[in-house]
């Protein structure tokens, strides 16, 4: 069987060939009731024969088309944690920084020791409070009051240990300005509730064993606001101390590694994502050219058939007229 080449466009699936049609076929399809059609159909089984690409062309696209999503969702969700990922670090260098001034100095101290000394008001404070909630365990037990409410200390100093733990300054940042923001509405809460529970002619004295519903909550809004602000007061203390103590250090600005690995992996899966669309594009290109070779096919046989239709009439038509003319010479 002969073939020939229809270029519809190039693809990675390689050129559409298209069968030879056979005068002899085209003949006697032509002069044949639905010969035209049967021929097609035999034409078009010839030409998928010779273009064995389109299952692998619909595989490739299905697939394709799959791992794409795939690989847009984790660059979505990378891209995510990239836009909250800090591209530097700052850290504290050894050598030694522009010596700050003496009033600077004083005035850390003054307030690292400021600060100290209100948290250990705080636990003073913290430990009235237990004592005079009346629980049996603490009800004579100052000193384990104050040790029961040093807790909160523990929860400071667990809250820093985390925030050295963090892997860049936008996420320290962010745990700060968090605290920050937490201590502040527990001062404000703190104070408001003072002021409720302390107000002159308050009704009830004892306001931290009342049985009264307006007493209780009151009274756990002035606990848990005191916690809240003895907890974010500890972060700011240890905070301070750790400027203080680092203030002789170079603080130093470098490249996060793990925003430039963020960044590497961005970039390989766009690569990614376009070699699958390019390989998606040549299938589809593919189909779409052996549709239109399909069509392509089809016409040629009929256009063929209607041909030779044409040619036997004329022939049968000229063969009649001549008969006719020797009849009526002879």
């Given at each position: 069987?002969?073939?020939?080449?229809?270029?519809?466009?190039?693809?990675?699936?390689?050129?559409?060939?298209?069968p030879?049609?056979?005068?002899?076929e085209?003949?006697?399809?032509?002069?044949?009731?639905?010969?035209?059609?049967?021929?097609?159909?035999?034409?078009?089984?010839?030409?998928?024969l010779?273009?064995?690409?389109?299952?692998?062309?619909?595989?490739?696209?299905?697939?394709?088309?799959?791992?794409?999503?795939?690989l847009e969702q984790t660059?979505?969700?990378?891209?995510?944690?990239?836009?909250?990922?800090?591209?530097?670090?700052?850290?504290?260098?050894?050598?030694?920084?522009?010596?700050?001034?003496?009033?600077?100095?004083l005035?850390?101290?003054?307030?690292?020791?400021?600060?100290?000394?209100?948290?250990w008001?705080?636990?003073?404070?913290?430990?009235?409070?237990?004592?005079?909630?009346?629980?049996?365990?603490?009800?004579?037990?100052?000193?384990?009051?104050?040790?029961?409410?040093?807790?909160?200390?523990?929860?400071?100093?667990a809250?820093?240990?985390?925030?050295?733990?963090?892997?860049?300054?936008?996420?320290?940042s962010?745990?700060?300005?968090?605290?920050?923001?937490?201590?502040?509405?527990?001062?404000?809460?703190?104070?408001?509730?003072m002021?409720?529970?302390?107000?002159?002619?308050?009704?009830?004295?004892n306001?931290?064993?009342?049985?009264?519903a307006s007493s209780?909550?009151?009274?756990?809004?002035?606990?848990?606001?005191?916690?809240?602000?003895?907890?974010?007061?500890?972060?700011?203390?240890?905070?301070?101390?750790?400027?203080?103590?680092?203030?002789?250090?170079?603080?130093?600005?470098?490249?996060?590694?793990?925003?430039d690995?963020?960044?590497?992996?961005?970039?390989?899966?766009?690569?990614?994502?376009?070699?699958e669309?390019?390989?998606v594009?040549?299938a589809?290109?593919?189909?779409?050219?052996?549709?239109a070779?399909?069509?392509?096919?089809?016409?040629?046989?009929?256009?063929?058939?209607?041909?030779e239709?044409?040619?036997?009439?004329?022939?049968?038509?000229?063969?009649?007229?001549?008969?006719?003319?020797?009849?009526?010479?002879?």
């Amino acid at each position: 069987m002969n073939v020939h080449t229809t270029d519809f466009g190039r693809t990675g699936f390689g050129d559409i060939r298209q069968p030879e049609l056979d005068l002899a076929e085209l003949r006697a399809a032509a002069i044949r009731n639905g010969g035209a059609e049967e021929l097609a159909r035999r034409n078009r089984e010839r030409f998928e024969l010779l273009n064995p690409g389109v299952h692998q062309a619909q595989a490739v696209i299905t697939q394709g088309d799959r791992q794409i999503a795939f690989l847009e969702q984790t660059q979505r969700r990378l891209e995510r944690q990239f836009v909250a990922t800090a591209p530097f670090s700052t850290l504290s260098s050894n050598e030694p920084a522009a010596r700050p001034a003496l009033l600077h100095q004083l005035t850390g101290i003054f307030l690292l020791l400021l600060g100290l000394f209100a948290l250990w008001m705080g636990n003073r404070v913290g430990a009235a409070y237990v004592v005079r909630s009346g629980a049996d365990l603490y009800a004579t037990d100052t000193d384990g009051a104050a040790l029961f409410m040093g807790v909160v200390l523990l929860a400071s100093a667990a809250l820093k240990a985390f925030e050295l733990g963090l892997p860049n300054d936008r996420a320290r940042s962010l745990l700060q300005g968090s605290v920050f923001a937490i201590g502040l509405l527990a001062v404000v809460i703190w104070v408001m509730a003072m002021a409720y529970s302390f107000a002159p002619e308050a009704s009830g004295q004892n306001w931290l064993t009342s049985a009264n519903a307006s007493s209780r909550v009151s009274t756990i809004a002035l606990l848990i606001s005191h916690i809240l602000s003895d907890i974010a007061l500890g972060f700011v203390v240890f905070h301070g101390g750790e400027k203080l103590l680092l203030g002789g250090k170079r603080r130093i600005v470098v490249s996060n590694p793990h925003f430039d690995e963020m960044e590497r992996r961005i970039d390989a899966l766009h690569a990614e994502i376009l070699s699958e669309a390019l390989k998606v594009g040549e299938a589809e290109d593919y189909l779409r050219r052996f549709g239109a070779g399909v069509r392509d096919a089809e016409s040629r046989v009929h256009a063929g058939c209607q041909r030779e239709a044409a040619r036997h009439q004329h022939a049968r038509e000229a063969a009649i007229a001549a008969a006719q003319t020797n009849f009526l010479n002879s």
